[in-house]
Every structure is written in structure tokens, then in C-alpha cells.
């Protein structure tokens, strides 16, 4: 069982940044691929990044890429998304997602996922 904890959100305004902590714990020792999602009321959940167990492999979607950097400190258990140049776009509830295949986690469909943390970007 691994359990995820977000964190980091809020209101912040257009152009601004800011950094989501998703903090990890479990049973297990190990340390698995972990993306994010975002999702608006009434709209499915959709893939933001997502970083393999070491860290060397990153995927981002389209509407992110350059202004984002997923990472990860595998001695805190916590895995980091910065987010930069913020849109009024980028509002959503963030959710952080694990499993230990990483084509589950890009894809969505893993075992484990947050609570979620609220970004509101302000124009």
C-alpha cells in the first residue's frame, strides 16, 4: 500500500509559479513512477507529468513543456512539479499518482492516487 499526500497549492497570479510536493509513504520501500493529473469540475482527469523511479526518465504533456519540471528527491519520498509562467488555464485540482509500471502511471490507470491539491491561477 503506498499512500500520497499533496501539497503546495493556492492562489497565485497569472505568471507566477509555484511548486507541488507530492509526499510518498508506504509498506514499501521502493520507489515508483509517479505523474501528475489535473482536472476542472466537469472534465476528466488529465495527464500533466510524470517522472520514472530514478528520475531519469521525464514526460510532460504539450501544454507544459517548457515551463514545467517534474523531479524527484527518492531520500524524502517526495516528488516535485514546478510550474512556471502560470495560466489562468493551469487552474485545476492537482492529484499525484503512483504505480510501480510507469505506462500505468502515464496512462492514468495505476493503483494509487491523492487527495489532490487546488491551483487557482488569477488573471
Known amino acids: 500500500q503506498v499512500q500520497l499526500v499533496e501539497s503546495g497549492g493556492g492562489l497565485v497570479q497569472a505568471g507566477g509559479s509555484l511548486t507541488l510536493s507530492c509526499a510518498t509513504s508506504?509498506?514499501?520501500?521502493?520507489?515508483?513512477?509517479i505523474a501528475w493529473f489535473r482536472q476542472v469540475p466537469g472534465k476528466e482527469r488529465k495527464f500533466v507529468a510524470a517522472?520514472?523511479?530514478?528520475?531519469?526518465?521525464?514526460s510532460y504533456t504539450e501544454s507544459v513543456k517548457g515551463r514545467s519540471t517534474i523531479s524527484r528527491d527518492n531520500g524524502k519520498r517526495t516528488v516535485y512539479l514546478r510550474m512556471n509562467s502560470l495560466k489562468s488555464e493551469d487552474t485545476a485540482v492537482y492529484y499525484c499518482?503512483?504505480?510501480?509500471?510507469?505506462?500505468?502511471?502515464?496512462?492514468?490507470?495505476?493503483?494509487?492516487w491523492g487527495q489532490g491539491t487546488q491551483v487557482t491561477v488569477s488573471p
Open positions: 499518482h503512483a504505480d510501480p509500471a510507469f505506462a500505468a502511471v502515464i496512462g492514468g490507470t495505476g493503483e494509487y
Open positions: 508506504g509498506r514499501t520501500n521502493d520507489h515508483y513512477p
Open positions: 517522472i520514472g523511479a530514478s528520475g531519469a526518465t521525464r
